[in-house]
């Protein structure tokens, strides 16, 4: 393949993946990683990167897709007045250092480690997402000290480890502790920033081997990618949030949560083969 066909052939890859992205994201409210990163991946893949640090480029580059996102996703609930700052204030410490766990231990791992944790972990979000009620409860509050820099750690670790922003984990964690789920999702896309912006830093100072990377590889954020998906996203979205309002939502996740659940194990045929 020459390099003119290789970056068109990426450029409508990635148009596709962003475009398809950006629907889910207005559709359903959730944050685009758990689907860039595999959508990533065989896309990379199928362009001939599937090399031990492939799965190192998705989460970067995916976890630069949040930066944007999610800032623009907090600014619009913030209009509205529905972000918990004193949350993100009290969170934001713990969130900050486990990303920056995160990426030392991702620099580490090879893909084919790499993509048992993504499957793990978004088997367990799907699962939430299917099975989950809005009744269930751990507490009537936050919680605080301790716990609270223990879980806001864990939420940042994990988050890098899958290349997602917060909504994943962090919503749950909040309406499992009486949070209003508007408040939760509101408050939980500046955990994406809290998570991006200290990652994608430190990936975007972590060299990889000469030839591993798609074209234009920055460190480990792949800056097509990274431009394009923004790009479709933006323009998508809004279809999405469209949709959404002739559509039951709980019925959407419970439908987006069994795709989930499909991806999730095939990431795992792939890294057990």
């Known amino acids: 393949m020459t390099d003119t066909t290789l970056l068109l052939a990426m450029g409508a890859m990635l148009m596709g993946i962003g475009a398809f ?16 990163v595999p959508a990533f991946f065989y ?5 001939g990167y599937e090399t031990p640090q492939l ?25 509205k007045g529905a972000v918990d700052w004193a949350v993100l204030r009290g969170w934001a410490p713990g969130i900050a250092l486990g990303a920056i766990l995160g990426v030392l231990v991702v620099a580490q791992l090879r893909t084919v480690t790499l993509q048992l944790i993504f499957g793990i972990l978004a088997l367990g979000v799907s699962l939430y997402m299917v099975l989950g009620r809005s009744d269930w409860r751990l507490g009537e509050t936050m919680p605080g000290g301790i ?26 964690i909040m309406t499992l502790h009486g949070v209003p789920i508007h408040r939760a999702v509101a408050t939980a896309a500046g955990f994406g920033l809290l998570i991006a ?14 030839g ?20 479709m996203t933006l323009l998508t ?11 039951k939502p709980a019925r959407l996740k419970r439908v987006f949560g ?3 659940i499909l991806v999730a194990l095939n990431m795992l045929r792939k890294a057990l083969i």
């Open 147 to 172: 716990v609270r820099g223990a879980a806001s750690s864990v939420v940042g670790f994990l988050s890098v480890l899958m290349g997602i922003g917060g909504g994943s984990f962090g919503v749950p």
């Open 212 to 231: 591993v990377a798609p074209p234009m590889t920055l460190g480990s954020v792949n800056l097509p990618a990274f431009l394009i998906v923004i790009a």
């Open 55 to 79: 799965m190192q480029i998705c989460l970067a580059t995916s976890l630069a897709t949040i930066i944007v996102t999610s800032a623009r996703s907090v600014l619009s609930h913030n209009r």
């Open 21 to 36: 992205a950006g629907v889910l994201a207005g559709l359903l409210g959730v944050g685009g990683g758990i689907v860039l």
């Open 43 to 47: 896309a990379f893949a199928a362009l």
């Open 258 to 260: 069994a795709f989930l």
């Open 237 to 247: 979205a809004p279809i999405g949030a469209a949709l959404a309002h002739r559509t």
């Open 197 to 210: 912006l200290p990652s994608v830093m430190g990936f975007l100072l972590t060299p990889l081997p000469a």
